[in-house]
């Protein structure tokens, strides 16, 4: 498959959608998603990681060793978070408050590591910073709709606001990690779904 | 690609001193300004703890409060919005995940708790994260030390739905800052 923007985006997104369809970052998709806010603000700062460490990563690839390049490669993701985090905490302190430790753990999320293994090593940096940022999109995306029905549910609120005007009984289970395993494997059902349903009309023709 | 072990190393030392230096740089750039956040949400939870309400509670701060040595407790004392003189004191304990810390306020008599604000607490966000809503914290104010601190109708004070343990945590560290920091200061206090 060819490596221009259109089919990196597609990827992403859809046929190689990192939450659902590669089965990456459920950790903190399991832990971030009982709250709208907190899903964003986790997203946004992925996608600015994978993008970045992508783009860095892909600069270097001519240059990295091997032998040592999950080194590198952890050391410059690392390197970013960092930054990330201090930022947060210099210009949006409560948001950094809210998020406590999840920030800091963006460094374990498989996601990067693997845009950073699987393409940025081959492709040139531009496309590869494309592919980090679609990367991340992909999985805000996921995040985001698994937490506007947890956060619904759960809370009877959206982004904080209250919608629960027929004052329906909240779920516990979806405010609890519990939630997010019935939540995710809801999506990834859906998703595979749809694709091998696509499959078999394919084989058809 | 394969290369040799001296440019192995040589490169791993150079990519390590080029990212240690921008984030040295990036840290040195924003450190005055996340000091600066730090001291003034400790300065607001002191406040909130007080029960006083401030636009700027940087400078209210600095208007009202004074800070005391008390025996061996360092403390924050103040007149609150309902006019009366209060302690505020720092408390840690185990939370659930980790350490809790924040200002109790107690009037000067050490009878009454007049309010609780965390300043560090690394609980499930959502779950036991929710004890820095408002609701849970204003639960505190104006609550009598005679007994032990327990939740339930008859004292007005609900734990949180899906975070037992964080709200045992929070009233066990609670209970534990009555039998010995206050005891201490009443001894210091010699009241």
Same mark, same amino acid.
Not at chain 1, 122 to 133: A, Y
Not at chain 1, 141 to 156: K, M, P, Y
Not at chain 2, 88 to 103: D, K, V
Not at chain 2, 107 to 121: H, K, P, R, W, Y
């Given at each position: 498959?060819?490596?221009?923007?259109?089919?990196?985006?597609?990827?992403?997104?859809?046929?190689?959608?990192?939450?659902?369809?590669?089965?990456?970052?459920?950790?903190?998709?399991?832990?971030?998603?009982?709250?709208?806010?907190?899903?964003?603000?986790?997203?946004?700062?992925?996608?600015?990681?994978?993008?970045?460490?992508?783009?860095?990563?892909?600069?270097?690839?001519?240059?990295?060793?091997?032998?040592?390049?999950?080194?590198?490669?952890?050391?410059?993701?690392?390197?970013?978070?960092?930054?990330?985090?201090?930022?947060?905490?210099?210009?949006?302190?409560?948001?950094?408050?809210?998020?406590?430790?999840?920030?800091?753990?963006?460094?374990?999320?498989?996601?990067?590591?693997?845009?950073?293994?699987?393409?940025?090593?081959?492709?040139?940096?531009?496309?590869?910073?494309?592919?980090?940022?679609?990367?991340?999109?992909?999985?805000?995306?996921?995040?985001?709709?698994?937490?506007?029905?947890?956060?619904?549910?759960?809370?009877?609120?959206?982004?904080?606001?209250?919608?629960?005007?027929?004052?329906?009984?909240?779920?516990?289970?979806?405010?609890?990690?519990?939630?997010?395993?019935?939540?995710?494997?809801?999506?990834?059902?859906?998703?595979?779904?749809?694709?091998?349903?696509?499959?078999?009309?394919?084989?058809?023709? | 690609?394969? @290369?040799?072990?001296?440019?192995? !190393?040589?490169? #791993?030392?150079?990519? =390590?001193? $080029?990212?240690?230096?921008?984030?040295? /740089?990036?840290?040195?750039?924003?450190?005055?300004?996340?000091?600066?956040?730090?001291?003034?949400?400790?300065?607001?939870?002191?406040?909130?703890?007080?029960?006083?309400?401030?636009?700027?509670?940087?400078?209210?701060?600095?208007? @009202?409060?004074?800070?005391?040595? !008390?025996?061996? #407790?360092?403390?924050? =004392?103040? $007149?609150?919005?309902?006019?009366?003189? /209060?302690?505020?004191?720092?408390?840690?304990?185990?939370?659930?995940?980790?350490?809790?810390?924040?200002?109790?306020?107690?009037?000067?008599?050490?009878?009454?708790?007049?309010?609780?604000?965390?300043?560090?607490?690394?609980?499930?966000?959502?779950?036991?994260?929710? !004890?820095?809503?408002?609701?849970?914290?204003?639960?505190?104010?104006?609550?009598?030390?005679?007994?032990?601190?327990?939740?339930?109708?008859?004292?007005?004070?609900?734990?949180?739905?899906?975070?037992?343990?964080?709200?045992?945590?929070?009233?066990?560290?609670?209970?534990?800052?009555?039998?010995?920091?206050?005891?201490?200061?009443?001894?210091?206090?010699?009241?």
């Amino acid at each position: 498959m060819g490596n221009n923007i259109k089919t990196v985006f597609y990827r992403n997104l859809w046929g190689e959608n990192p939450v659902i369809r590669q089965i990456l970052g459920i950790c903190s998709a399991l832990a971030v998603t009982n709250r709208t806010v907190n899903s964003l603000v986790m997203g946004v700062g992925l996608m600015f990681v994978t993008a970045f460490s992508s783009l860095t990563l892909s600069a270097l690839r001519e240059h990295i060793p091997d032998r040592i390049r999950m080194i590198v490669q952890t050391l410059v993701i690392a390197a970013y978070v960092i930054i990330v985090d201090i930022f947060i905490k210099a210009n949006l302190p409560e948001i950094s408050k809210a998020l406590g430790p999840y920030v800091g753990l963006i460094i374990t999320n498989c996601i990067i590591m693997g845009r950073a293994e699987a393409f940025a090593r081959k492709n040139p940096p531009v496309i590869s910073f494309f592919d980090g940022l679609f990367a991340g999109i992909g999985y805000t995306v996921i995040l985001l709709g698994i937490a506007l029905i947890r956060e619904i549910l759960g809370f009877g609120t959206v982004f904080g606001f209250n919608i629960n005007f027929i004052d329906f009984t909240k779920w516990t289970i979806m405010v609890v990690p519990p939630g997010a395993f019935f939540m995710i494997a809801i999506f990834i059902w859906i998703a595979a779904g749809i694709q091998n349903r696509r499959l078999k009309k394919k084989e058809a023709k | 690609m394969k @290369k040799g072990y001296i440019y192995t !190393i040589v490169f #791993i030392v150079a990519v =390590s001193v $080029v990212f240690s230096g921008v984030l040295a /740089v990036v840290n040195a750039v924003y450190k005055n300004k996340i000091e600066i956040n730090e001291l003034a949400a400790e300065k607001v939870s002191i406040l909130y703890s007080m029960g006083i309400e401030a636009e700027n509670a940087v400078a209210a701060f600095d208007e @009202k409060v004074t800070q005391k040595d !008390i025996g061996e #407790i360092s403390l924050y =004392s103040a $007149v609150n919005d309902d006019g009366i003189e /209060v302690y505020s004191i720092p408390f840690e304990g185990s939370g659930l995940w980790g350490t809790i810390r924040g200002y109790v306020s107690v009037d000067v008599n050490l009878s009454t708790i007049t309010g609780i604000a965390f300043t560090e607490q690394n609980e499930t966000p959502g779950l036991g994260g929710r !004890i820095e809503e408002e609701w849970y914290k204003e639960q505190f104010r104006g609550i009598s030390i005679d007994n032990a601190l327990v939740y339930g109708e008859d004292t007005g004070i609900d734990a949180i739905t899906g975070a037992t343990s964080t709200s045992n945590a929070v009233l066990q560290i609670m209970n534990n800052f009555i039998n010995t920091t206050l005891k201490e200061l009443e001894e210091a206090d010699g009241k």
